[in-house]
T-cell receptor, first 112, second 112 residues
Framework: DVKVTQSSRYLVKRTGEKVFLECVQD?????MFWYRQDPGLGLRLIYF???????EKGDIPEGYSVSREKKERFSLILESASTNQTSMYLC???????????FGSGTRLTVV | RKEVEQDPGPFNVPEGATVAFNCTYS??????FFWYRQDCRKEPKLLMS???SGNEDGRFTAQLNRASQYISLLIRDSKLSDSATYLC?????????????FGTGTRLAVRP
């Protein structure tokens, strides 16, 4: 089974901190995605990547950046965490042309 | 207007009932459609793809109406284990490739 592993299940950070969320997949998938999920707003795409060192903005990239130095790893960076970035963050991966995304179990981030 | 719209529910039904969820999408260029299931505090998982001709997977039937930009999911003989949030998902064509847009979900609660 494809596994997508997110480094932390729960995280509490202070306003202004730089935050790194890590995601690793073990099935050689080309595509990786970062979403955030908020009540009433559903899943919203932050950034995605179709290849190593490649990144594209999703629908809500402001306040975030990403890094994909290796195919299996896609990192989400909050440059200066703010309280409105408190959310559930979900990483997903898929093969090229395959819409069956596999999600990680999520990181619930609280910014205080 | 949201790209993908769903009734949030909740739908409260007894075991054995038949329940239907609907979803509309705004981008007429969308090519592929899916239903994902998300259990409470878990990550979304692909339930089934939706084809123009309609498709069935056991107790689940999905239908697509491109003219009305409308997708449906029918669950027959509901089980307690069907209780979850059902996410309507469409692809969104971008020059760099395809990516999925998720609806906010419809919550189903099946009672004994």
């Amino acid at each position: 089974d494809v596994k997508v592993t997110q480094s932390s299940r729960y995280l509490v950070k202070r306003t202004g901190e730089k935050v790194f969320l890590e995601c690793v997949q073990d099935m050689d998938h080309e595509n990786m995605f970062w979403y955030r999920q908020d009540p009433g707003l559903g899943l919203r795409l932050i950034y995605f990547s179709y290849d190593v060192k490649m990144k594209e903005k999703g629908d809500i990239p402001e306040g975030y950046s990403v890094s994909r130095e290796k195919k299996e790893r896609f990192s989400l960076i909050l440059e200066s965490a703010s309280t409105n970035q408190t959310s559930m963050y979900l990483c997903a991966s898929s093969s090229f042309g395959d819409y069956g995304y596999t999600f990680g179990s999520g990181t619930r981030l609280t910014v205080v | 207007r949201k790209e993908v719209e769903q009734d949030p529910g909740p739908f409260n039904v007894p075991e054995g009932a038949t329940v239907a969820f609907n979803c509309t999408y705004s981008n007429s260029a969308s090519q592929s459609f899916f239903w994902y299931r998300q259990d409470c505090r878990k990550e979304p998982k692909l339930l089934m793809s939706v084809y123009s001709s309609g498709n069935e997977d056991g107790r689940f039937t999905a239908q697509l109406n491109r003219a009305s930009q409308y997708i449906s999911l029918l669950i027959r003989d509901s089980k307690l284990s069907d209780s979850a949030t059902y996410l309507c998902v469409v692809n969104k064509k971008k020059s760099s490739g395809d990516k999925l847009t998720f609806g906010t979900g419809t919550r189903l609660a099946v009672r004994p």
